[in-house]
């Protein structure tokens, strides 16, 4: 299938601490164009790093010289941190943003090693993913028709017309982020030669432009045929696979899909909190459940790593667990 690029995203805003700092500059260009970060990664380093250069501008009157800092820096910035109670996961990610720009700061020549690595953070706890059962996840599927036969009546045929195409497009969408197990941004970021029906198989651009091929089953593609059959032109190329309205050639935005999941979790008598990432862990607990083996699951859910994926084996254990300690005379 041929390279396409992501749709354009709109950069977070500068501050003036960027706009002062060089390395800062650099390390956002790079974050932007040669990593191709998403928006949500760009925001939270953006918010870090200024955090970090405005701590250390109150503490030692002066903005931070990166080359020269040191170990002993960033120790008193944890203490901070810890003195502020912030949450392990908050730490965590102040200091994931700080060894990201150290280790561009050694690519690029500018320092020697890193005053951040192998500093000691508190142990993060680990909370066990959120998922719906194979039941739940069904209701959910069904929950875009069972909004729609409660919608505007039959004589509404202009406004039920609408309606009607936004819940073939929210059950392709349901279908699809189960189907392939996609996170929010690689579902609203497909396009529709992504989609090939023949091989069953989806082109998806993860974290970092990543790509890799997942398989798609005959129920979402079934659900995209008949979304894309009931638009007054049938998205080709690369059109948007899912678009913001039905006749508008844009893609869906992360906030609309989170609304409009929100209402089908309502509507199915589900919890009405649960993310769309939520959908994302069903899909690899599920697998796991029936049997999939943890690589081909860190392989189709587009994980760097097989330590994040090992979270999901847990859960699978708690259940066998539970059920075990329900059935056995001797538990």
């Known amino acids: 299938m041929p390279q396409t ?14 706009l002062t700092d060089p390395r800062l500059r650099e390390f956002f260009a790079h974050l932007a164009t040669d990593r191709g970060a998403s928006p949500y990664t760009q925001r939270n380093y953006r918010q870090t790093l200024v955090e970090f250069v405005r701590w250390h501008e109150q503490q030692r009157r002066q903005a931070p010289e990166w080359t020269s800092l040191e170990r002993d820096d960033f120790r008193a910035y944890l203490r901070f941190l810890g003195r502020h109670r912030r949450s392990r996961a908050a730490i965590a990610l102040r200091f994931s943003a700080l060894r990201t720009f150290y280790r561009f700061l050694i690519r690029r020549g500018y320092v020697a090693a890193s ?11 680990q909370r066990l993913p959120k998922f719906l059962t194979v039941r739940q996840m069904v209701d959910l599927l069904k929950a875009p028709f069972q909004a729609l036969e409660a919608g505007p009546s039959l004589r509404q045929r202009r406004r039920r017309r609408h309606s009607q195409v936004l819940c073939y497009r929210d059950v392709a ?9 996609l996170r929010v941004s690689e579902l609203c970021g497909l396009v529709a ?3 090939d029906r023949r091989e069953l198989l ?10 890799r091929l997942a398989p798609i089953g005959e129920p979402a593609l079934l659900a995209i045929q008949t979304y894309w059959e009931s638009l007054p032109q049938r998205p080709t190329g690369k059109t948007p696979a899912f678009l913001s309205q039905s006749r508008a050639p844009t893609p869906l935005a992360p906030r609309d899909l989170q609304r409009r999941l929100k209402k089908y979790l309502i509507v199915a008598g589900l919890d009405p909190h649960l993310t769309p990432h939520k959908l994302r862990h069903s899909y690899a607990t599920h697998l ?5 083996d943890l690589r081909s699951v860190q392989e189709l859910l587009g994980h760097a790593h097989l330590v994040t994926t090992q979270v999901y084996t847990h859960v699978s254990t708690e259940r066998l667990k539970k059920a075990y300690d329900a059935a056995h005379p001797r538990a």
């Open 5 to 18: 690029k992501s749709p354009p995203e709109t950069p977070p805003p500068t501050t003036s601490v960027e």
């Open 193 to 195: 030669e992504d989609i």
């Open 288 to 292: 796991l459940d029936a049997g999939a």
């Open 115 to 125: 005053p951040v690595k192998q500093l000691s953070l508190p142990k993060p706890i």
């Open 173 to 181: 969408i349901l279908e699809t982020i189960y189907s392939c197990g």
């Open 202 to 211: 989806l082109r998806v651009r993860g974290k970092g432009r990543k790509e």
